[in-house]
């Protein structure tokens, strides 16, 4: 096809700043947002900003954290599809489209995910007229199967949980060897489109908002870690742009105490939706991270009910301080694996022994609206929470965060992290020993990195 017949969306640039868009096209996708959420306009609403260009974040009550390091989140429930994946989605897309490598008048896509990547594949996909087929574990959440598709997309479903991706695989190489010449696979867990929007867009978002609250009084302008637990090790790349600005800044990366991977090679089944996914990916620089910390998915799902539900909401501003508008915000933006990046920010001040100078920021993927089948569940298992259990949790999960479950990244165990790419890459998916190799020379890292300009020349060309 034609560039002028494809379906371009914004550069890398513009997802970072997204008053660079042509006026015309940005006020005519802000009217999309809410007119039409699947006219294609809306990829231009792929960004951490809102209409009024501020980031999507919220500052964590100390009376929530109990540390005194300030903890910011930054949160995706504002993007297309309500969660930040939808931009790993486009980067991955638009890139692979305008290298030749995909057509949509030719091929069927397929986006294997545990969660918020194939919803955003879902709708990137259908919006840039490709057929797509997004891979599931039938574990996940009701809402997530509804989402693909009312975006249009076919669902397959594997067996088992999150922590299931060899499944995953397994059914990509079945559906590719049935239809060879049309099948293309867009697998999150490999493809360096979504490392780079993390790198560039989240990263120097995140960068910019450390300016805006040292003018607020939050923080000295520096942010000193970056926690992010890892699905696709796509979100935690923000923390390699973030060590370029600032190289003491610590990276830490999460997992599930129930599998805990990079930890001690660990395995398991586990219900903190889109993480802890059983082996390291190829697109995590795991050599340049810090720390690895794990959390309980009871303590994540235990807490989400605090943010979310009624009784929470009145021991957070009835016995705690919590202001009524900032709980209120968490109740919107947060969903379990927002619960356990919050856990993982007070664990790692606490660790680092932070103050309140050291800005410690992490993400809430998606929210609430993901998960309410599985609060229902929560219910059903652990009984009705009213205020007094509220209160146990918010001393007991958020309050009592302990400094167990950590593993600091020492040059032996980066290169242990870096080591067990082998058994899923090159013995499983076709990698080489060299490729796996050349991930030890931070020039690798570099390159990948540097390629956001040559995508943003190639979007902006096809557009002319």
């Known amino acids: 096809m034609t560039s002028s017949s494809l379906v371009i969306g914004p550069t ?45 974040y919220q500052v964590l009550p100390e009376e929530l954290t109990c540390v005194e390091a300030p903890i910011v989140v930054i949160y995706g429930k504002d993007f297309p599809t309500g969660s930040h994946k939808v931009g790993a989605a ?25 969660g918020n990547y194939g919803i955003g594949g879902a709708w990137v996909g259908c919006r840039m007229k490709f057929a797509s087929t997004v891979i599931l574990p039938e574990e996940m959440s009701r809402e997530r199967f509804d989402l693909i598709r009312s975006y249009g997309a076919n669902l397959v479903l594997t067996p088992g949980c999150e922590s299931n991706v060899k499944e995953i695989y397994d059914k990509c190489a ?27 867009v989240t990263g120097n978002t995140i960068a910019e908002l450390a300016e805006g609250l040292h003018a607020q009084g939050i923080g000295d302008g520096r942010v000193a870690a970056f926690v992010s637990a890892m699905g696709s090790a796509g979100t935690i790349a923000a923390g390699d742009r973030l060590k370029q600005i600032w190289p003491e800044h610590k990276i830490v990366g999460l997992e599930p105490v129930q599998c805990p991977t990079l930890y001690c090679n660990g395995y398991g089944g586990h219900d903190i939706q ?3 996914d059983k082996h390291v990916t190829w697109i995590h620089n795991v050599m340049n991270m810090d720390a690895i910390m794990c959390i309980d998915d009871v303590e994540c799902k235990k807490g989400l009910q605090v943010l979310v539900e009624e009784a929470g909401w009145s ?30 920010a007070i664990k790692t001040a606490k660790f680092y022994d932070f103050g309140k100078n050291d800005l410690v920021v992490t993400v809430c993927t998606d929210a609430i609206d993901r998960y309410r089948s599985v609060m229902g569940q929560m219910a059903a298992k652990y009984g009705r929470m009213d205020e007094v259990e509220a209160a146990v949790r918010v001393e007991g999960i958020f309050h009592g965060q302990k400094l167990d479950w950590i593993g600091e990244g020492t040059v032996e165990a980066r290169r242990r992290w870096h080591n067990l790419k082998y058994y899923t890459w090159v013995e499983q998916q076709g990698k080489g020993v060299e490729e796996l190799n050349a991930q030890l020379d931070p020039e690798f890292w570099l390159a ?11 979007i902006r060309d096809a557009r002319t």
Not at 448 to 458: C, M, T, W
């Open 12 to 56: 890398f640039e513009e997802m970072l700043h997204p008053w660079g868009i042509d006026s015309d096209v940005r006020a005519a996708a802000q009217r999309m947002s809410v007119e039409d959420p699947l006219d294609p306009l809306n990829l231009y609403n792929i960004t951490w900003h809102g209409r009024d260009n501020r980031v999507f």
């Open 90 to 114: 486009y980067s991955v897309l638009v890139e692979k489209e305008l290298t030749g490598e995909v057509d949509p008048s030719v091929d069927r896509l397929v986006w294997p995910s545990t």
């Open 174 to 200: 079945e559906l590719r060897a049935a239809d060879p010449e049309r099948v293309r696979v867009l697998n999150q867990f490999e493809v360096f489109g979504n490392y780079r929007f993390h790198y560039y």
């Open 274 to 276: 889109g993480i802890g």
């Open 315 to 344: 021991a957070l501003t009835g016995r705690y301080g919590v202001a009524e508008e900032i709980a209120q915000s968490l109740a919107q933006i947060t969903g379990i694996s927002g619960v356990c990046n919050i856990l993982g």
């Open 448 to 458: 990948q990195q540097a390629r956001v300009i040559e995508v943003d020349r190639l």
